[in-house]
Nanobody
Framework: VQLQASGGGLVQAGGSLRLSCKAS????????IGWFRQAPGKEREWVSS????????YYGNSVKGRFSMSRDNAENTVYLQMNSLKPEDTAVYSC?????????????????WGQGTLVTVSS
């Protein structure tokens, strides 16, 4: 399984960005696909997850109400729409897949990772 994240960039506070995570390869059974972020000098933080079985989504408290995940099954792509961005959202965002999980929020549950994409929010 390979994951390709894209869509990062520089945006002003209050602006929006949409990240994409395109998956290739076969995953048997159900899995969770999630977004994490890591700011300089900080630990990786869970942002959101989606269940492959029913598309249910879950969000961390710091992004709830501002970020939303969606998917395009035909394109094997999930998206992270980020609205009302704040400077504290600045980080490298990565997508991952946790095979066998309905929803996963722990880094250690994720087996496959894409490279990160940098999001910078200026004040």
């Amino acid at each position: 399984v390979q994951l390709q994240a894209s869509g990062g960039g520089l945006v002003q506070a209050g602006g929006s960005l949409r990240l994409s995570c395109k998956a290739s390869g076969f995953i048997s059974g159900d899995y969770a696909i999630g977004w994490f972020r890591q700011a300089p000098g900080k630990e990786r933080e869970w942002v959101s997850s989606m269940s492959s079985s029913d598309g249910a989504t879950y969000y961390g408290n710091s992004v709830k109400g501002r970020f939303s995940m969606s998917r395009d099954n035909a394109e094997n792509t999930v998206y992270l729409q980020m609205n009302s961005l704040k400077p504290e959202d600045t980080a490298v965002y990565s997508c991952g897949v946790a095979p066998g999980f309905y929803a996963a929020i722990k880094v250690e549950d994720y087996k496959y990772w894409g490279q990160g994409t940098l999001v910078t929010v200026s004040s």
